[in-house]
């Protein structure tokens, strides 16, 4: 459990960090390229299913990205104000669960539920092929 939130909030603090700075946005672009392949692959989309999938999935990730800036900054104000609260953290792993359960059921309007399910598993498998890339990086300069 430890490992895949690290997993995510790793893959997320990546995520922020391209996005905030403006000069290299050539890496957050590359990166969404690569994710792109990377689901287009694992979950075998052929041109129809890609063309129903792209659309909801876009919207999903918006959504989702726009919850982890909140958790962020409300991490962020608690710890200024020395006020950490645990339910509010949960607060917003229950809006992340009831956001992936609400756009699952979307995914399976668009894909074959045997595609669908495997949506976010494919995410947690690129999200670990990246970490895995980096530590190689980071072991080479070392």
Same mark, same amino acid.
């Given at each position: 459990?430890?490992?895949?939130?690290?997993?995510?909030? =790793?893959?997320?603090?990546?995520?922020?960090? !391209?996005?905030?700075?403006?000069?290299?946005?050539?890496?957050?672009?590359?990166?969404?390229?690569?994710?792109?392949? =990377?689901?287009?692959?694992?979950?075998?989309?052929?041109?129809?299913?890609?063309?129903?999938?792209?659309? !909801?999935?876009?919207?999903? #990730?918006?959504?989702?990205?726009?919850?982890?800036?909140?958790?962020?900054?409300? #991490?962020?104000?608690?710890?200024?104000?020395?006020?950490?609260?645990? !339910?509010?953290?949960?607060?917003?792993?229950?809006?992340?669960?009831?956001?992936?359960?609400?756009?699952?059921?979307?995914?399976?309007?668009?894909?074959?539920?045997?595609?669908?399910?495997? !949506?976010?598993?494919?995410?947690?498998? =690129?999200?670990?092929?990246?970490?895995?890339?980096?530590?190689?990086?980071?072991?080479?300069?070392?």
């Amino acid at each position: 459990m430890k490992h895949l939130i690290f997993t995510i909030l =790793f893959g997320l603090s990546l995520t922020a960090t !391209v996005m905030a700075q403006p000069g290299d946005r050539s890496k957050f672009e590359r990166i969404e390229a690569l994710n792109a392949e =990377f689901l287009t692959k694992s979950l075998d989309l052929n041109k129809e299913e890609a063309q129903g999938f792209w659309p !909801v999935y876009n919207t999903y #990730r918006q959504e989702m990205n726009k919850l982890f800036r909140e958790r962020h900054a409300a #991490r962020k104000r608690a710890k200024e104000e020395g006020t950490p609260s645990a !339910v509010n953290g949960l607060n917003f792993e229950t809006r992340m669960l009831e956001t992936k359960k609400r756009y699952l059921t979307q995914f399976y309007q668009v894909l074959p539920k045997s595609k669908a399910d495997r !949506v976010y598993p494919a995410e947690r498998e =690129f999200r670990e092929h990246l970490i895995n890339q980096l530590k190689e990086r980071r072991e080479k300069r070392d």
